[in-house]
């Protein structure tokens, strides 16, 4: 176990989420990739603005099937715990959670960021299996198929939150974002260790990737391709059940149900739905302020 190898710190950001008084419950999320887990080897990208959720669910899906923590104290009162394989999937897996927007104040290279990444997942990995041999040049991918060779086929989860979070950095230049995308391709493509792989980020990987390097990604943004859309945002009857919270526990509410939905322009996913920016809704809510 370790900092990216079947961590606790998903299980903690999403217990804080959980406990929240405007927390929404999108754990049928998870339903969505049962199939995809039994498929094996298969890439899914959620592409999505800013602020609608897509961390959260990253974290959400990590607490859930990772064998780290027994996150039945959280899971058991979502509605994922009405779904007759609730307890075969949970905390099962092997998984591999990484956030690319974590990053070192001291790091002003490429090499610095993604060679720490790779370090730190090597760590990890010879922590949890010291009986395989690793050798000085190995990459994280070498280890991981050491790994699956030696170890009974061992697979794992990957959740990639904020994949493109790089190539808003000011040292990435042009040569480095073909170097990591390869180093995506290298980790990800075509290896048998690959259970699933969730990611996230804000824009295409089609902006990025312009040959065969990531096209195993099914990818899903919210303006062409419907599934997965209800689970980032808000829909109205949501933004209805938060504002009954609002009224109930809030002192002086000053926010009118009309005037929230007037004052937030929202967005439209492929189905039509309306949807709300989660983190807009529940910071107005909860200072009891349209702000501009």
Not at 30 to 44: I, M, R, Y
Not at 56 to 76: E, H, P, R, Y
Not at 152 to 168: G, K, M, N, P, T
Request: proline fraction near 3%.
């Amino acid at each position: 176990m370790g900092r990216y190898l079947n961590s606790s710190t998903p299980y903690a950001l999403y217990q804080g989420e959980a406990n929240q008084p405007y927390f929404v419950d999108k754990s049928l999320l998870l339903t969505e990739l049962f199939p995809v887990l039994d498929a094996g080897n298969q890439h899914v990208c959620i592409t999505r603005p800013r602020r609608f959720g897509k961390t959260i669910m990253a974290n959400m899906i990590a607490a859930f099937l990772s064998k780290k923590v027994d996150s039945d104290s959280i899971f058991g009162r979502l509605k994922i715990a009405g779904n007759t394989k609730y307890k075969e999937y949970r905390n099962k897996y092997n998984v591999i959670s990484i956030d690319f927007s974590k990053i070192s104040r001291s790091c002003d290279s490429y090499a610095d960021y993604i060679g720490k990444i790779e370090i730190t997942l090597i760590r990890d990995l010879k922590k949890e299996y010291p009986q395989i041999e690793v050798y000085e040049d190995d990459s994280a991918a070498d280890v991981l198929e050491t790994i699956f060779e030696e170890c009974s086929q061992e697979r794992f989860v990957f959740v990639l939150d904020e994949w493109d979070f790089i190539f808003h950095k000011d040292f990435i230049t042009e040569e480095n974002k073909k170097q990591y995308i390869q180093f995506l391709s290298n980790l990800l493509k075509d290896c048998p260790y690959v259970q699933m792989t969730y990611m996230t980020g804000i824009l295409p990987i089609a902006k990025y990737s312009d040959g065969s390097e990531l096209n195993m990604f099914d990818e899903y943004d919210m303006a062409c391709k419907e599934k997965y859309s209800e689970y980032f945002g808000f829909l109205d009857e949501e933004v209805d059940q938060l504002y009954n919270i609002y009224k109930k526990i809030t002192k002086n509410p000053k926010i009118l149900r009309i005037e929230l939905k007037e004052w937030y322009d929202g967005y439209r996913a492929a189905a039509g739905d309306y949807l709300y920016n989660p983190r807009s809704v529940v910071c107005a809510l909860r200072d009891n302020q349209l702000a501009n």
